[in-house]
Structure formats: structure tokens, C-alpha cells
């Protein structure tokens, strides 16, 4: 069992990262080797302490200079949930899963809002993980979202299993084709059922369908682990970086504004020393 597993490559989980590898901690850094998208995409960054008016790209290189120089590696993995499991938690990768003392969530903010009926029926027909519950809609109709043609495989592998699909790409140039794919533009205005979900709608057509897949790459934290106190899209937390769940700690973006990288790396180090405090009281 890991001390701490670190949710998200951007300025905040990297932070941390570094903080914890000098203070001797066990972790996993889990996320995109090609760090927060985000990062690469910045024009100017002019507030960042010691790296004046860099663009994007020359922080993305400067930070993964720091983990190389700390000989710390990320876990390329896309977190699909955190299971409080009574004194640590369970982390859901696909069909792989890891157990940690503690978390340190910095995925940063969704830049997809969820769709009305979305969180309500996660569980009840709403999934974000074709890995883990592909098999379940084998046979049956299902409306697949998805916000990046780097998912397009998770689709691909959907469109397999299902009697139809109906494909809805928020991206340029989808290439999914096939003869029970039906291709529909624009985002879902509703997800809505009883007990389960029954149908989707769209802003010119309404599909019946026994199950949606929202497939993303960033997911709101509130779908990402159950019973995490939220506040308009952005977690609780108190000065030092502690959420409602103890030994589950958040820094960066999904804290809330400013969304900025220097508060990002500084609420880093902050969870990663509340981490350490934990993790010493227990023993």
C-alpha cells in the first residue's frame, strides 16, 4: 500500500510530487506524461516565480526536468474513481486498482460541465469508463460523448459491444464509422429516466438508450469520489488543503480561482505537508 497516490500531472500534483519524494514518502503520481494540457497550451505565463514571461511549453520541459532531476516517474493512468475504504481508499484505473493511505486529488477543473441528470444517474446508466462497464451494455443501445479523439479507441471498442450507438464527438475530425453507428452533433441538453436511465436529449432529437458513456479526460471531482463535499464545481477545502473525507486532500484548480500555476504549486506543497502530518498522527 502506497503513503500517498497523487491525482493529476499539472503544477499542483507535481508539486506535491516533489514534496513528498523529499520528505521519504512512498507515492504515485498518476496522470498524463505529457502533463495538464493546459500547460502546453499557455501563451504567456508571467506570475510563475523564477521562470519570467515563459510560454507553456518551456514550463511543461522546466517541470519535467524537476521529476526527472527528483527521479520521479508518472503512472500514465486515468483515475475513474476513489473509494474511501475505512482508513484508506481504493483507486479505480480501468480494470486496474491501487490502494493508498491517503489522496491528493489535482485534476484540475472539468472543462466540460456535467450534463443535467448526469451525476444523478452515475451508476444508474451513466458511465465514464468503457473498460470497466463495456460488457454490461453488450447487445443494447447506448449514447456515447466524447470530448477527445484520444478516446476515440474507448468509442471504437463501445461500438463493438453495442446493438447501436450514437456517437457524439465534441472534437474535429471524428473517424468512427460503422454500420450501427449513428453520428450526432452537439452536446446532450439532458440525460433523463426513472430508475435507471431511459433516454437522452439532444437539441434536435431525443434517443432512447439503456446506458450513457460520457468519455472524458477530466472528470468533476464530485463524480470522481463519492461523498467529496463540492461548491460550484470546485472542492472544499480548508487552509491546509483538507477536504470533508480525512486523508483525502486537494490543491490546484479544483480548489477553485484563481486558476493560476503559482497558487497551483503552492497548494501542492501545502497537501503534500498535510499529508505527511496525517499520515504521522496515525502512526
Not at 500547460?39 to 511543461?60: H, T
Not at 527528483?70 to 475504504?85: L, N
Not at 466540460?112 to 454490461?136: H, I, Q, W
Not at 463493438?160 to 450514437?166: G, N, V
Amino acid at each position: 500500500m502506497y503513503d500517498c497516490i497523487i491525482i493529476g500531472t499539472g503544477a499542483a500534483g507535481i508539486s506535491a510530487a516533489l514534496t513528498l519524494k523529499a520528505r521519504g514518502k512512498n507515492f504515485l503520481l498518476m496522470g498524463s506524461k505529457g502533463l495538464s494540457p493546459k500547460i502546453s497550451a499557455a501563451e504567456k505565463i508571467n506570475n510563475y516565480p523564477g521562470l519570467p514571461a515563459v510560454d507553456g511549453e518551456q514550463l511543461k520541459a522546466a517541470l519535467l526536468r524537476s521529476l526527472e532531476s527528483a527521479g520521479i516517474e508518472i503512472t500514465p493512468a486515468q483515475v475513474t474513481g476513489v473509494y474511501d475504504m475505512g482508513g484508506h481508499f481504493g483507486v479505480l484505473c480501468g480494470q486496474d486498482s491501487y490502494e493508498a493511505k491517503t489522496i491528493i486529488l489535482a485534476t484540475g477543473v472539468e472543462a466540460v460541465k456535467p450534463v443535467p441528470g448526469e451525476l444523478e444517474f452515475l451508476g444508474r446508466g451513466v458511465s465514464y469508463c468503457a473498460t470497466c462497464d463495456g460488457l454490461l451494455y453488450k447487445g443494447k443501445k447506448i449514447v456515447v460523448v466524447c470530448t477527445s479523439k484520444d478516446m476515440e479507441e474507448e468509442a471504437e471498442y463501445l461500438a463493438s459491444l453495442a446493438s447501436e450507438m450514437y456517437y457524439a464527438p465534441l472534437y474535429k475530425g471524428a473517424a468512427l464509422s460503422g454500420e450501427n453507428v449513428h453520428i450526432i452533433g452537439g452536446m446532450p441538453q439532458a440525460i433523463e429516466g426513472g430508475m435507471r436511465v431511459e433516454r437522452v436529449v439532444f437539441k434536435d432529437r431525443t434517443v432512447e438508450c439503456d446506458g450513457v458513456f460520457m468519455l472524458k479526460s477530466a472528470l468533476a471531482p464530485s463524480a470522481l469520489v463519492p461523498g467529496l463535499k463540492a461548491e460550484g464545481g470546485h472542492v472544499l477545502v480548508d487552509r491546509q488543503c483538507r477536504t470533508n473525507l480525512s486523508g483525502l486532500f486537494a490543491a490546484g484548480d479544483c480548489t477553485g480561482r484563481p486558476y493560476q500555476y503559482a497558487k497551483a504549486a503552492g497548494e501542492g506543497n501545502v497537501a503534500a505537508h498535510s499529508v505527511c502530518d496525517y499520515l504521522a498522527d496515525k502512526k
